[in-house]
Nanobody, 127 residues
Framework: QVTLTESGGGLVQAGESLKLSCVVH????????MAWFRQSPGKEREFVVA????????YFSDSWKDRITISRDNGKNTVDLQMNSLKPEDSAVYYC????????????????????WGQGTQVTVSS
């Protein structure tokens, strides 16, 4: 059973930065592509960023591309999301996701393709 645990959410002011972390409990973390999605009330879950299982490729949502970095440590089974220059509209619940099919399909930005999800962590950005 693959389980994901996010941490690092909280309340920040506009313009500030925040780092989210996700710990993955799985025997073979290196078989998993990892991603972050977010969801605001009344909206669909939205792709933010993904990283390949080897960590050599990253995929960004256009709206985030200049403000975030994603990294993974395959020795510690962790993936981090560094978010900079946060805006009030970035407020949402952020979810860590893991999947195995992305390596074969090359499709990293579709929520339903990810089999495993964390419980989410709230990020609130005040103006």
């Amino acid at each position: 059973q693959v389980t994901l645990t996010e941490s690092g959410g909280g309340l920040v002011q506009a313009g500030e930065s925040l780092k989210l972390s996700c710990v993955v409990h799985d025997r073979i973390f290196t078989n998993l592509a990892m991603a972050w999605f977010r969801q605001s009330p009344g909206k669909e879950r939205e792709f933010v960023v993904a990283i390949s299982r080897d960590g050599d490729r990253t995929y960004f949502s256009d709206s985030w591309k200049d403000r975030i970095t994603i990294s993974r440590d395959n020795g510690k089974n962790t993936v981090d999301l560094q978010m900079n220059s946060l805006k009030p509209e970035d407020s949402a619940v952020y979810y860590c996701a893991a999947g195995r099919t992305q390596y074969y399909t090359g499709r990293y930005n579709v929520a339903r393709d990810y089999a495993y999800w964390g419980q989410g962590t709230q990020v609130t950005v005040s103006s």
